[in-house]
């Protein structure tokens, strides 16, 4: 499995829109990007996925850029209850693949009143 | 439609006892998945599960740790022995009918050693 780069850690300021980055450039053609969430004390919590083209749901949105290179996770409006560990994984869409996710240290976000 | 659930939320074990965390996944959920994380680490697949059968145990310690999912009630882990190592999160998963779907997560049991 293709492998991410995810910064650190990040702030938000409560009300803004948090973008948050994800480097895959050795991202290969079956393989989606999955971004995933957890909150303090929880488990991690399912976001959105995406292929090549943008995708948006009531949680977020994905960009993802025409090489594949790289992908941004973008909460429109961020709340204090989306301070969270974000994890970008790439991962093949056929069987056996929940269990090789590979899970990083993800993006510790702050979200700022 | 409840949520995975997993009991208890908290357990603390002295060396060298037996621990048992529980799993029910959602309703209509086929597969089971643990999880480990360390402190400061990622989540680490330990064991992929489907009813009354192990289909891929490569994450887990060959000793001391074994998982069940029966056909009837919840999917358990259990570690026998526990060492101070031991001690970490153990996050449970579910997903409907494919490994190909997204996974349902618990909320998690932290397992202290003493």
């Known amino acids: 499995d293709a492998k991410t780069t995810q910064p650190t850690s990040m702030d938000c300021a409560e009300g803004r829109a948090a973008n948050l980055p994800c480097n895959h450039s050795?991202?290969?053609?079956?393989?989606?990007v999955y971004w995933y969430r957890q909150i303090h004390s929880q488990g991690p919590q399912y976001i959105i996925h995406g292929l090549k083209n943008n995708e948006t749901n009531e949680m977020a949105s994905l960009i993802i850029t025409e090489d594949r290179k790289s992908s941004t996770l973008i909460l429109p409006h961020a709340t204090l209850r989306d301070t969270a560990v974000y994890y970008c994984?790439?991962?093949?869409?056929?069987?056996?693949?929940?269990?090789?996710?590979?899970w990083g240290l993800g993006t510790s976000l702050a979200v700022n009143p | 439609n409840a949520g995975v659930m997993q009991n208890p939320r908290h357990l603390v074990r002295r060396r060298g006892q037996e621990a048992r965390l529980r799993c029910s996944p959602m309703k209509g959920h086929s597969h089971v998945y643990w999880y480990r994380q360390l402190p400061e680490e990622g989540l680490k697949f330990m064991v992929y599960l489907q009813k009354e059968n192990i289909i891929d145990e490569s994450g887990m310690p060959k000793e001391r740790f074994s998982a069940e999912f029966p056909k009837e009630g919840p999917s358990i882990l259990r570690i026998q022995q526990v060492v101070r190592g031991d001690s970490a999160a153990y996050f449970c998963a579910s997903s409907p009918n494919t490994e190909r779907e997204k996974l349902f997560f618990g909320s998690g049991t932290q397992l202290s050693v003493l």
């Open positions: 050795t991202i290969s053609g079956n393989e989606y």
């Open positions: 994984i790439v991962r093949p869409f056929d069987a056996g693949n929940n269990r090789k996710l590979i």
